[in-house]
């Protein structure tokens, strides 16, 4: 078993990973029991044990299961249309919304979710037959009411988590805010204050242009330290 990549490394469609029985996660396709990377993105090495690949760019694809950020497009007689920063639009039923069985033809929806509206939601089904189907009736779901919403590409959120939370706990100890990640590459940042929020966004930002170097979190902890200091 041989390892041709180390951690953090910025690897190209085609180029060799590994070669022999190793466990792996992302655009990553096998010949003869080698690894090969079949997009531009990040190489993760855990434990000599684990390869995962990060892409660099991409769409976001709905999973049964991820908690997403979208927005209310359009309204129809039993649902509502979502936004979900997919090529696939998405479809919240009344049924998923409202605790208690309604005739939904006799209410006016508009009234419940509007058009523009925010929501966080989960992905209850999805098989590239049919728009993915949300719910928000779970604990944390549902419409957004306060915050700020910032957007990156889908496929950085890992790197806004970071390994074991890490970068995420930094960002809410430092700024005293709390963090709604949506798989979807949207994230919500609420906190107390609005010039707090703001200096979250701006290391999102940076997280999201500076995925592919090194060194990251030292960066970032780096950076919101200077600012605090300029309050």
């Known amino acids: 078993m041989t390892i041709y ?13 590994a070669r022999g029985r190793y466990e792996y996660q992302g655009p990553i396709y096998t010949v003869r029991q080698r690894l090969y990377s079949k997009v531009i993105g990040i190489v993760e090495v855990e434990d000599k044990k684990k390869i995962t690949l990060i892409p660099l760019k991409g769409k976001y694809m709905p999973r049964e299961g991820d908690v997403v950020i979208g927005k209310i497009v359009d309204i129809g007689l039993t649902g509502w249309t979502v936004d979900i920063n997919s ?39 999805f098989d590239y037959t049919r728009d993915p189907l949300l719910t928000i009736k779970e604990s944390k779901l ?10 990156i590409t889908p496929v950085k959120i890992p790197r806004v988590i970071g390994k074991k939370g890490s970068m995420i ?38 997280i999201e ?8 979190t030292n960066r970032i902890k780096k950076f919101l330290s200077k600012v605090k200091r300029g309050k």
């Open 5 to 17: 990549v180390r951690s953090k490394q910025v690897v190209i469609p085609g180029e060799p990973l």
């Open 87 to 125: 090529p696939y639009k998405a479809v919240l039923p009344v049924s998923e919304v409202l605790s208690r069985p309604t005739d939904a033809v006799k209410l006016d929806l508009s009234k419940i979710l509007d058009i523009g509206d925010l929501i966080v939601a989960k992905i209850l089904a």
């Open 142 to 151: 549902g419409k957004i009411t306060k915050g700020t919403l910032v957007e």
């Open 169 to 206: 706990n930094l960002l809410k100890s430092m700024l005293n805010v709390e963090l709604v990640i949506g798989k979807n590459g949207r994230i919500l940042v609420v906190g107390d204050d609005p010039l707090m929020e703001a200096w979250a966004v701006m290391a999102i930002k940076k």
């Open 209 to 216: 242009r500076e995925a592919h170097i090194p060194g990251l």
